[in-house]
């Protein structure tokens, strides 16, 4: 627990210090902020996205088969239970 603070303390004050800092014209979050928006950055993005859609797809099947696995009855592979028939008249 102690060290758990202990984190969360630094990264706070690593947060503030990188917004409010300035490291020549801009913060820290400034100069990120600045190299996201560049069209080198954007191609990056959109080669990475063409990229990763396969693979996004497949842990998206991976994820509805797992669920629909999880959320099925307790009856097994057999489907839904069949209606009982009538009893023969007599």
């Known amino acids: ?3 758990f603070v202990f984190t969360l303390i630094i990264v706070g004050v690593l947060v ?12 820290f979050f400034g100069h990120v902020s600045a190299i996201w928006s560049t ?3 954007k191609d990056m993005r959109e080669g990475v996205s063409e990229k990763a859609k396969p ?5 998206k099947r991976g994820v509805e088969a797992g669920y ?19 009893s023969p008249s007599r």
């Open 16 to 27: 503030f210090l990188g917004a409010t800092v300035k490291l020549g014209k801009r913060t």
């Open 1 to 3: 627990m102690i060290r």
């Open 68 to 86: 629909k696995e999880a959320t099925k009855d307790e009856g097994g592979d057999a489907g839904p239970t069949p209606a009982p028939s009538p």
């Open 55 to 59: 693979a996004l797809e497949k842990v």
């Open 39 to 41: 069209n080198e950055a």
